[in-house]
């Protein structure tokens, strides 16, 4: 079997030691705030990134282009591997298709490498979750074709389910109307949200209350697992600086459900700039999105 490594990109929200200790690669979106540009050399800490936008900071994000993601895979052809890439959603983001750009560029110069790089029509650890399993797949000895296959087949049974504590965060990336934001505040409603067929971020449903909203997650689940619930083991969650509620989902999942791996990770400042802080995702795979 030729030798191929999975590349994404930070958008996944694994945590830095999942990338280092099973050597996949990753390149990394930047973003803007207060006039300053902060790259991965140089990304604030979380939680101080959280507190400039409660303190009224707007920051804005840059996806992924073509030079960046040559230069995440390049290396990897020069060392004589494939690479399978499973990149952050098309529906939220041009940063899939900008690698697409670059593998194409890169084919031409390495022909006798493979490129494969697959639209994840997934986001945060939802997509990291896809790429967790696809790593799995490649640990257990299966082979680029094989993976990418998969990837291909179960990218859509990747559920996301979340909710945010500020609808104006939204309101400002244009998810929800500015009357939505304005009377949702005023009224304390808290949307709960997915990620669509098509990797695009809709509403499902919305609830008075931040506590509730946490519950419907949970509650949620039930009806997304479908064939899955016998076998559902695994959960990954991210959270925009709110470690506690995140772990109360956790727990109240663990309450129905035998799970034995839980990956909990902050939401990173290139999805947090848009969903804010208070943010709780939960994902999982089922029979629907």
């Known amino acids: 079997m030729r030798e191929y490594v999975i590349t994404t990109d930070n958008n996944s929200d694994l945590p830095e030691e999942f990338y280092r200790e099973h050597g996949v690669g990753c390149t990394y979106l930047s973003y803007n705030m207060d006039g300053k540009n902060y790259t991965h050399d140089n990304f604030l800490p979380v939680h101080e990134f959280y507190e400039h936008m409660r303190n009224g900071s707007l920051p804005t994000t840059a996806q992924v282009n073509p030079d960046s993601a040559r230069l995440l895979m390049e290396p990897y ?9 499973i990149a952050f959603s098309s529906g939220l983001s041009g940063s899939y298709n900008s690698t ?24 945060s650890l939802g997509q990291g979750l896809l790429v967790y399993l696809a790593q799995k797949r490649k640990e257990a000895g299966e082979d680029i074709d094989t993976v990418a296959r998969w990837v ?3 990218r859509l049974h990747i559920v996301h389910l979340f909710t945010v504590d500020d609808l104006n965060h939204l309101y400002r990336g244009g998810r929800v109307s500015k009357t939505t934001a304005v009377v949702g505040s005023m009224l304390n409603i808290k949307p709960v949200l997915h990620v669509d067929d098509e990797g695009k971020l809709v509403a499902v449903g919305k609830v008075r209350g931040r506590k509730k909203a946490l519950l419907e997650l949970a509650s949620l689940m039930d009806e997304r697992l479908g ?22 989902v956790v727990d109240k999942i663990k309450e129905k459900y035998k799970i034995n791996t839980v990956i909990m990770n902050d939401v990173g400042a290139t999805i947090g700039a848009h969903s804010g802080p208070g943010t709780i995702a939960l994902f999982f795979v089922g029979d629907l999105r």
């Not at 052809?77 to 890439?85: A, Q, R, S, V």
């Not at 697409?100 to 986001?123: F, G």
């Not at 064939?227 to 109360?248: N, V």
């Open 152 to 154: 291909e087949d179960n």
């Open 100 to 123: 697409r750009i670059a593998a194409e560029e890169l084919s031409e110069e390495y022909p006798d490498r493979k490129i494969i790089v697959i639209d994840s029509l997934c986001a």
């Open 77 to 85: 052809l020069k060392e004589g591997k494939d690479i399978l890439h």
């Open 227 to 248: 064939s899955y619930k016998d076998s559902c083991d695994t959960i990954f969650i991210s959270h925009g600086d709110c470690a506690e509620e995140a772990q109360f």
